[in-house]
């Protein structure tokens, strides 16, 4: 089941939360979804998802659950409302994975300092 939602809003969160929440990054399936967003790609920037920074956080629960909160280069990105669901696409058909839904927020706003060396070398900026 793949489900995305480009309402969410980290004003619903507890004062003190963090804008960025952390990843499962232990979790055994954490290294297959990052794959998975490096294949999905802004058509106006040839680098992926994931080296761009768009892809805040990448939680995994217990049951193999993927929650993804994203953002854009731009709040408006003309892929805005396409981005989510290709992101979906990408993560759900990874073996173990049992749900993805992806969220998207513009907060933190994402700013260059966010890619990766890699995206930097690739775009020029290094």
């Known amino acids: ?40 790609y802004d058509p106006e920037i040839p680098v992926n998802i994931y080296d761009l920074g768009l892809v805040y956080t990448i939680a995994i629960d217990d049951e193999n659950a993927v929650n993804i909160t994203m953002t854009l280069t731009a709040p408006g990105c003309p892929v805005a409302g396409e981005m989510p669901g290709w992101v979906a696409d990408a993560v759900e058909p990874l073996p173990g994975v049992k749900q993805v839904d992806v969220h998207m927020t513009f907060e933190p706003q994402w700013g260059m300092d966010m890619m990766s060396d890699e995206a930097r070398l690739e775009l020029g900026f290094m």
């Open 1 to 40: 089941m793949t489900s995305t939602d480009t309402n969410f809003s980290p004003a619903a969160q507890p004062e003190g939360t963090p804008l960025i929440a952390p990843s499962s990054t232990d979790h055994p399936l954490y290294d297959a979804v990052v794959g998975a967003c490096r294949t999905v």
